[in-house]
């Protein structure tokens, strides 16, 4: 009787054990496919973009990723509204988007740290196009190097501008463009967040909680607005060289921002959460894996992320002094 009570139990730890790596095999095999056709397929199999309206609108387009995707959309067909700070900066965009991709520009000035009274004039300065695609890009992280919540300079300063520009901007600019593209049944809203929104992350916290906001933004409103044609795609980048990370050197971790948004702009229609290139997706997953988050959160994971940023310093200090900034 004991002996037949012993095989009837290995059998069916056998039989657990099976059916867990069978779980793990699919569920890693599922992944993989889809890592293919996400970043490397969609290289020759995309949707076409042009196909969505005859505008893109780019928050943020005079810089970095935002002037990358103005670039590479206008690049695919469309005429491209770019939103920003400095009047400068934009008409250059501008100018050299005319120049090089043959397609119309639009521009308009705002400041989205300012709040909710500039989306009246955006509005109108909007009315009329007929919109494709929305990115919102626009985002701000702390003016000095990653460090604890308090020790951000002007701190109260820092927390409204932040929310205001990373995380107001996107349902405010969806608010503005959503109705029409709904009219013609067609859209998409692209929505830049972050790696840093995919956890909560000590040292960049109110960054990655604006980030997390347009994460769940994004992906709760696919679900509502897809049946009605509009697909919103959240990118959450690892690191691209640009002025936000102070122009931190290219390699294989590090995508330069034309590059990085050729490939993300491909996984349009086919992902709804991107890390945007199969770099980044690589280290999303290693880093996930690797670091979880109650490593992420303990003393020694935010000691261990100290040393890094202290490190870092001496590079920032020299990219400040060359570009004259703050
Ligand atoms: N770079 C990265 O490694 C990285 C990683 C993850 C996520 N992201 C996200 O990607 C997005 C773009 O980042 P980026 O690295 O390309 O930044 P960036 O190089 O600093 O460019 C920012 C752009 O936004 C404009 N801008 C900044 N503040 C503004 C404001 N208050 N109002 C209006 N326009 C403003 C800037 O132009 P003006 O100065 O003329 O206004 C510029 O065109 C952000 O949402 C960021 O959080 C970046």
Redesign the pocket.
């Given at each position: 009787m004991f002996f037949l009570t012993n095989i009837f139990q290995d059998s069916v730890f056998a039989q657990i054990g099976a059916l867990t790596c069978l779980y793990y095999m699919v569920k890693f095999s599922w992944n993989l496919l889809s890592g293919i056709r996400i970043y490397v397929l969609s290289k020759f199999w995309r949707i076409d973009l042009s196909y969505f309206g005859e505008w893109a609108v780019v928050?943020?387009?005079?810089?970095?990723?935002?002037?990358a995707y103005a670039h590479e959309l206008a690049r695919r067909g469309l005429n491209i509204v770019l939103i920003?700070?400095?009047l400068e900066?934009l008409n250059a965009t501008a100018k050299e988007i005319e120049q090089q991709q043959g397609k119309k520009t639009k521009i308009v000035q705002?400041?989205?740290?300012s709040g909710p009274d500039i989306y009246g004039p955006i509005e109108a300065a909007l009315k009329d196009l007929n919109i494709g695609i929305l990115v919102n890009?626009?985002?701000?992280?702390y003016d000095v190097l990653p460090c604890y919540f308090l020790n951000v300079p002007n701190v109260r300063k820092a927390i409204t501008d932040i929310m205001n520009?990373?995380a107001l901007s996107v349902p405010m600019m969806t608010s503005i463009v959503l109705p029409q593209m709904l009219e013609r049944k067609k859209g998409v809203v692209i929505n830049?967040s972050?790696?840093?929104g995919s956890h909560p992350h000590p040292m960049l916290t109110m960054y990655a909680a604006t980030k997390v906001f347009v994460n769940f933004f994004s992906r709760a409103l696919n679900a509502e607005y897809k049946p009605q044609g509009i697909i919103t795609q959240c990118v959450m980048?690892?690191?691209?060289s640009?002025?936000?990370?102070h122009d931190t050197e290219v390699n294989s971790f590090v995508k330069q921002?034309d590059d990085y948004v050729r490939e993300a702009v491909n996984t349009v229609g086919i992902t709804e959460l991107a890390s945007g290139c199969l770099s980044h997706a690589l280290q999303h997953f290693f880093v996930d894996n690797l670091f979880p988050e109650w490593f992420r959160l303990s003393q020694f994971g935010i000691n261990m992320l100290h040393k890094m940023i202290e490190k870092r310093k001496p590079a920032v200090e020299k990219w400040r002094k060359k570009y004259k900034t703050n």
């Open positions: 928050t943020g387009a005079t810089n970095g990723i935002g002037k920003s700070r400095s900066k705002a400041d989205f740290t890009n626009v985002g701000k992280t520009c990373n830049i972050s790696e840093a980048p690892l690191v691209v640009t002025n936000l990370t921002a």
